[in-house]
């Protein structure tokens, strides 16, 4: 199954570059300068729907840009991002 991500996890912005590589998509914000790999259906915890690690250095502490919702909207389809 083909994986896209449409904008910043952290910021939200729409122009980002992504490399996809079977489940694993790396993006990176020239917004908000982030650099994330998101892991898809990580096969060691069946329950956990994406794994998402942060492979910049920023200073931040941690702290999102913005505010991430609950509700994401994808393709004009809403759904509630969840573990299964």
Do not use: W, Y
């Not at 910043?8 to 590589?21: H, N, P, Q, S, V």
């Not at 942060?54 to 004009?76: C, F, K, N, Q």
């Amino acid at each position: 199954m083909l994986r896209r991500v449409n904008r910043c996890l952290l910021c939200g912005e729409t122009a980002i570059d992504t490399k996809t590589t079977g489940r694993f998509v790396t993006t990176s914000c020239s917004a908000c300068r982030a650099v994330l790999m998101i892991e898809f259906d990580p096969p060691d915890q069946p329950g956990l729907r994406a794994r998402i690690e942060r492979l910049d250095d920023a200073d931040d502490g941690g702290m999102a840009v913005a505010r991430i919702p609950d509700v994401v909207h994808a393709e004009g389809r809403s759904f509630r991002v969840r573990s299964r």
